[in-house]
């Protein structure tokens, strides 16, 4: 009996198959076979290096498998890989190139017989292996092929001894048939434990007898064995344990860990092989796996425990919910008298309170088969939540009080593991504010197991009851770890712990990063009970979004449309454009709106909200520090360009930390600030308008006259950029210009370089010239800003990822080019002039065939290069 319920999604993962104390019953196999028919050959193949997943850990069952590959495996199943590995010289077989992968395992398995050529002499070592291919082969690899010839020989006699011995237990299939990697991990599975056949007789008296000996003893060196484990290197069964970290005592041997999980199999029976080291008789274990007929076990989540009580005979009766959601009435089972107790890894005098974790499993685990349970494990996590590390102290600090975790790795007297959800080891240097920790600590504190918890949800808390807060309408259970008052409308991003509770909260972050720039707001066309906004959002586009008929307005439900449009005009006849957040619902209407609290008076920094916290001319950016002032530009800050006095949506556009140039001068308006002076949004009010220095380029190949929306005659430009032909319209007919060196302007040229800005409509309305294909035969070399340079030279020497370019006979300079987009402009062609080439097709230059290059560089990475010529 083998039971196991259905826990919390968290507790599943980690509780049951990934907690250093939790028990396991599948270790090292591959998901897409856990729990099927193929799972305990797949384990014990992987194990000895005859069958193994691929790259991403996946076994592909029902793939079909090629003779090639059957092959090796056959090899690695008697043992012989170290021969294959020199036995790589030319095969008999024509069709076997030289240096097939396979090579050294068709020649090993050629010469030991178990395979032979077609009848044309070929191997065909990419062909699907079919069932009677496979059982053959495998029925050779045992010896057996005498018998299979006085049956019928090839395919009916193979099978029929196939079948006979066990090779083909447990799969069925027509003799033709292509054959699955699972069909042929359960009979090569079977293969291992079957008894040998061997030639006894010699001469005129040739016989052959089935010996006591296997492919898995006698090949592989590898014992196939049952027990009970007893100990592992931190307890045992009836107390201490003297055993090292890395063992493990089952039915009274002790057997190294090596790559299984036995020393989490406390109490069960198990089915275990291993190999015994002929040098130091270490025996060191390669597959473990639960006894399930010897073996019950059910694994409780702590919120699914009812009570836990002593009954007259002294045995501890535990209820529980197997089904809490659907269930009318709860499950019982019972803890023997004697019962042990295993608790967060180590055991301990028995004791019932300790049986209702806050949160964790309870596992009860019945091995001698009368249905009352021997053992109670114990899983009791406490959650830490990250404020800081130190890795000099090897020190976990809690943001809330806790007390500090040490995890010193050469402290003996400890132990700890620290892991992902996954099961991946996780470097104390890695943890991060807000980090949440779920802890077993044993009660003599000296075993640790740890896991992170990276699980978060924002949004705002919309509403509560008895047991949970709703955060955007979805309930959570707040976990002990966290005492702080919770209120409605509190928002932020809310992290989770391992059963999925509120375990903190960081009210810093804004629950909504819906920034946007409000234009214009009107009365609905069609009702007065709802409102048209026109909103400039932080993607840069202009959109008109109808609100709800209730708003939430600064905070406030049930706002009607009157009284929000009434404060967005602030007492005046016309709605005041300015920076605003909102939030839509799921028919994309407006249902909340907010407006900055102006906080510009005392500079204090609002850790829930949204606020204006300054207003300043003419301050200088610092690149060095990413500072405006002493405010700091980061990645996620967010960057209107609003110039001051314009209110059409044509002059606005969206910029970003690369928006501003070292040593210049901004006027801005600061939002949003953090405790660590990062600013959450940024308008700029005196913006150049010219492009990002970051933009990348656009290659010009065509500039055509057309007309726009309101059929205003306007320039369409089609160019390359980001490897790829586009098209865009500019605002009007002035702006797809340059310099014509006579004080007027002409238009782009097919082969000029230029970056880009876009309009609030999606338009370009500037353009800075980069490379003017008029000067195609001026070398030039131009640092545009201590982040953007550009250059225009010819190559000298070119290397695998990099190039040397020298520019009007200067000195070298070396440039990798291994990542940048390159394209080619070739003036001589009719067509076509314009192409998207790789960085291989940067060659030297050469007077016969001359060609240059234009480069932009930023952040000293060549980004883009054009190929001129």
């Known amino acids: 009996m083998l039971r196991l319920k259905n826990l919390t999604a968290f507790s599943v993962v980690f509780c049951m198959l990934l907690s250093m104390f939790g028990t396991a019953f599948a270790y090292n196999v591959p998901e897409d076979v856990a729990g099927t028919v193929y799972e305990e050959s797949a384990e014990l193949l992987g194990a000895l290096g005859i069958m193994v997943g691929d790259d991403d850990g996946e076994f592909r069952p029902n793939d079909t498998i090629i003779r090639s590959e059957f092959a090796k495996i056959a090899v690695h199943a008697l043992g012989l890989e170290d021969v294959a590995e020199t036995s790589k010289e030319a095969s008999n077989f024509p069709d076997v190139v030289e240096g097939h992968w396979a090579t050294g395992y068709i020649n090993v398995a050629a010469n030991q017989g178990i395979i032979v050529g077609d009848d044309v002499g070929t191997f065909r070592p990419d062909d699907k292996i079919t069932y009677a291919e496979a059982v053959t082969i495998l029925v050779r690899v045992l010896g057996h092929e005498p018998s299979a010839l006085t049956k019928g020989a090839f395919p009916t006699g193979y099978l029929v001894v196939g079948n006979e011995i066990g090779i083909t237990k447990g799969v069925s299939a027509s003799a033709g048939a292509e054959i699955n990697r699972g069909g042929v991990a359960r009979m090569t599975y079977n293969a291992l434990t079957i008894k040998l056949m061997e030639r006894t007789g010699f001469g005129n008296d040739v016989s052959y007898e089935v010996v006591d000996k296997t492919l898995l003893a006698d090949k592989l060196n590898v014992q196939k064995s049952n027990g009970l484990v007893q100990a592992n290197g931190h307890t045992s069964l009836t107390g201490n344990s003297s055993l090292k970290k890395n063992e493990v005592n089952i039915g009274g041997e002790v057997y190294k860990l090596g790559d ?85 890894g180590k055991s301990e005098t028995f004791n019932t309170d300790k049986l209702t974790p806050t949160s964790g499993t309870l596992t009860l685990v019945d091995n001698d088969g009368d249905d009352i349970y021997d053992i109670a494990q114990v899983i009791n996590y406490e959650n830490h939540v990250v404020e800081d590390i130190s890795t000099a102290a090897n020190a976990i600090y809690d943001k809330y009080g806790k007390p500090t975790l040490t995890l010193d790795p050469d402290n003996k007297n400890v132990h700890f593991e620290l892991t992902d959800l996954k099961g991946n080891e996780v470097a104390l240097k890695d943890l991060k504010e807000w980090d949440v920790l779920a802890v077993a600590k044993s009660t003599d504190g000296k075993l640790l197991d740890l896991t992170l918890v990276r699980e978060s949800v924002e949004g705002r808390i919309t509403g509560k009851n008895d047991t949970k807060f709703f955060i955007e309408g979805k309930g959570y259970e707040v976990a002990d770890n966290y005492t702080a008052t919770i209120n409605l409308n509190d928002q932020g991003v809310f992290y989770l712990d391992i059963d999925g509770r509120i375990a903190a909260i960081d009210t810093t972050k804004k629950a909504s990063n819906n920034y946007a720039y409000l234009i214009s707001a009107k009365s609905g066309v069609s009702f007065d009970d709802t409102l048209n906004i026109k909103l400039f959002n932080a993607n840069g586009e202009v959109v008109t979004l109808e609100t709800a008929e209730k708003i939430r307005f600064n905070g406030t439900a049930n706002q009607t449309a009157e009284t929000v449009l009434s404060a967005l005009k602030n007492g005046g006849s016309e709605v005041v454009q300015q920076l605003i957040t909102f939030e839509t619902n799921g028919d994309n209407k407006i249902n909340e709106l907010t407006l900055a609290t102006d906080k510009t008076s005392t500079g204090e920094i609002v850790a829930n909200g949204f606020t204006l916290n300054m207003v300043a001319s003419d301050v200088v950016y610092k690149s060095a520090s990413s500072k405006l002032g002493n405010v700091v530009v980061g990645e996620e800050t967010v960057v209107f360009n609003i110039p001051a006095g314009k209110t059409s949506a044509t002059d606005f556009s969206m910029g970003n930390k690369n928006t501003f140039v070292n040593n210049n001068q901004y006027n801005i308006r600061v939002y949003d600030l953090k405790e660590d002076y990062t600013a959450g949004v940024i308008i700029v009010t005196n913006a150049t308008g010219n492009p990002e220095e970051n933009s990348t380029i656009a290659v010009v190949d065509q500039i055509s006259q057309t007309l726009d929306e309101n059929d205003q005659q306007t320039d369409a430009l089609e160019f390359f950029q980001d490897g790829e032909k586009k098209s865009l ?58 982040r953007l340079t550009t250059l225009y030279g010819k190559v000298t020497k070119k290397f695998s990822n990099s190039v040397n370019v020298t520019v009007n006979g200067a000195a070298e300079e070396n440039y990798n080019i291994a990542n940048a987009t390159v394209y080619n402009y070739d003036s001589t062609k009719n067509s076509n002039k314009i192409s998207v080439v790789t960085p291989g097709d940067v060659q030297r230059f050469e007077e016969a065939n001359p060609r240059l290059v234009f480069m932009r560089i930023y952040d000293h990475e060549v980004k883009e290069i054009v190929i001129i010529r």
């Open 260 to 344: 299984t999980n036995a020393d989490k199999l406390l109490g069960h029976h198990v089915t275990f092989y291993y190999q015994e080291d002929d040098n130091s008789s270490d025996k060191t274990l390669l597959v473990v796996r639960t006894n399930e007929a010897k073996t019950a076990v059910i694994t409780i989540g702590a919120e699914d425990i009812v009570s836990i009580t002593t009954d007259a005979n002294s045995q501890t009766v535990v209820k529980y919910w197997v089904d809490k959601e659907n269930d009318s009435e709860s499950t019982e089972d019972v803890l023997s008298s004697t019962a042990k107790l295993i608790f967060n």
């Open 729 to 786: 319209m500019a605002v009007d007919t002035t702006i797809l210009v340059k310099d014509n060196g006579s004080g007027g302007t002409t238009a782009l040229k097919q082969g000029d370089i230029i970056q880009y800005r876009l309009n609030g409509d999606g338009k370009i309305d500037n353009i800075t010239l980069l490379f003017d294909i008029d000067d195609k035969a001026t070398e030039a070399k131009t640092e545009h800003s201590d």
